[in-house]
């Protein structure tokens, strides 16, 4: 394979080299940091008074964990390490799991961002010749301007199209000649049921890649859009509080992200023990931003469970591959005691071929017990009004599941095209659950 750099000198950098790059770059973060009002006490209270506390990259232990907590406690300027004249644009989390959080950047910092996107966008092997429609929403999500930027400094084309409405999506794209798309891998499923409701053919089109991130999918779900839409999928990760995408990026080898080390310093921790865990083990990604100054966040607790490869990758690059993210933390279920987290319903249902492109995971209280009911579309060659195959259908994914989570959920089959989509990313799960 032709591996293309978009800063080759840095994407290949030695790991010492890469090392020391980071030291110097978390001493000035460091520094950052001590100008705001929040990382002014917690610094302190650690005993970090200056960049010069920070020795070596294994001191970064000694600066205390950030929690999404205490970002919205520190809202709406305790984070900020600049005059506020100096702040150019915010953004905001999309707010998955509650109140959002507001991160500031400075003119500086939406170019080094810019850049990081660029770098990923361009690993995947795209170029000016390209023509990218940005399905994803715009806004103070971070998604939208995020690869809106980076992509026209690749020099790409860039449609501003937005989520929604897929008849104008497929016009754009025979129009444009749209070859790459960013979107949710559920909206990237949508499009696709969209295309063949409307007609629309594959040979009309001229895509060639998709983006897609913002929420866990699964290796099967990437296959599946994949061999449906005749297209490259490449996993994109990212968080507003880290800048949003940018973060870590597949290469061409798709196999793992590359998280961008001299702009993130990445660790993996025990959740329950907060240390470290051992190589290539799974555990919550801990990250620090290098390459921010407006906003700088130390050791954010991202609740994203992942695990690092140990190997090289075949493409060069130094910096660190994760593993696709699972879930995270905080959305694991548990359903009668056993713990579960939506990620391995997906994986065993998006593996089914009968299985249409959309899903829903219901979990409710029944009498003392919590019951579980998994609600998918039927693929396109499945009629609705047909019982017997629709029975041996559900049968086999009752006992698949069961096979796999050791809970035998309840069923429910519905005509492809029924279930609710979200523009922004997917909810796919309905806890009813009286909260204690
Ligand atoms: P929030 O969802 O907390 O409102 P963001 O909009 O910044 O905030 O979303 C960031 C989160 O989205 C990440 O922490 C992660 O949980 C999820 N996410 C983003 N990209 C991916 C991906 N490629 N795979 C899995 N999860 C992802
Ligand atoms: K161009
Ligand atoms: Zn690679």
Redesign the pocket.
């Known amino acids: 394979m032709n591996f293309q750099y978009w800063n080759r000198r840095m994407e290949t950098l030695p790991r010492d080299e890469l090392e020391d790059y980071q030291l110097e770059a978390l001493r000035v973060m460091v520094e950052r940091a001590l100008r705001t009002p929040f990382y002014s006490r917690e610094l302190q209270k650690a005993g970090i008074t200056g960049g010069a506390s920070i020795k070596s990259l294994d001191d970064i232990r000694r600066i205390p964990f950030t929690t999404?907590h205490e970002l919205r406690e520190a809202y709406p300027y305790g984070m900020l390490s600049i005059p506020k004249e100096d702040i150019v644009r915010l953004h905001a989390?999309?707010?998955?799991?509650g109140v959002?959080t507001t991160i500031y950047l400075s003119g500086e910092d939406i170019k080094r961002w810019t850049s990081f996107v660029a770098r990923s966008i361009y690993a995947t092997g795209c170029d000016k010749t390209d023509v990218f429609q940005n399905m994803i929403t715009y806004g103070l999500?971070?998604?939208g301007l995020g690869f809106h930027y980076g992509a026209e400094e690749v020099g790409m084309l860039v449609i501003p199209s937005g989520p929604g409405n897929t008849a104008k999506q497929f016009q754009f794209m025979k129009d444009f000649g749209t070859t790459v798309l960013h979107a949710t891998p559920s909206f990237l499923l949508h499009v696709e049921s969209k295309m063949r409701e409307e007609g629309v053919r594959r040979e009309e089109l001229r895509l060639k890649r998709a983006f897609?991130?913002?929420?866990?999918?699964s290796e099967d779900t990437r296959k599946r859009i994949e061999e449906l839409l005749a297209i490259d999928v490449f996993?994109?990760?990212?968080?507003?509080?880290m800048n949003?995408p940018g973060v870590a990026f597949e290469c061409q080898a798709k196999n793992g992200?590359h998280i961008w080390e001299d702009g993130y310093i990445a660790e993996i921790v025990n959740p329950d023990t907060l240390e470290p865990v051992a190589e290539g083990e799974s555990g919550e990604l801990v990250l620090t931003i290098l390459c921010r100054e407006a906003t700088p966040i130390l050791r954010y607790r991202?609740?994203?469970l992942t695990s690092f490869y140990t190997e090289p990758c075949s493409c060069g690059r130094t910096h660190r591959r994760l593993r696709?993210?699972t879930g995270?933390s905080d959305d694991m279920l548990i359903i009668n005691g056993v713990n579960l987290f939506p990620s391995q319903i997906e994986e065993v249902i998006m593996a089914i071929k009968e299985v249409g492109n959309n899903y829903l995971i219901q979990v409710e209280k029944e009498g003392a017990l919590d019951r579980l009911t998994v609600k998918t579309e039927v693929g396109p060659d499945i009629f609705m009004d047909d019982a017997r195959p629709l029975n041996a259908l559900k049968e086999k994914i009752r006992r698949t599941l069961q096979a796999t989570i050791s809970i035998s959920p309840r069923v429910e089959l519905h005509e492809s095209g029924t279930l609710p989509v979200s523009e922004g990313?997917a909810k796919r799960v309905i806890d009813t659950r009286p909260k204690d």
Do not use: C
Request: proline share 6%; net charge positive.
């Open positions: 999404k989390s999309s707010g998955t799991t959002p999500f971070t998604g897609a991130g913002a929420e866990p999918y996993n994109s990760y990212g968080l507003s509080e949003g992200l991202t609740r994203d696709r993210i995270r990313k």
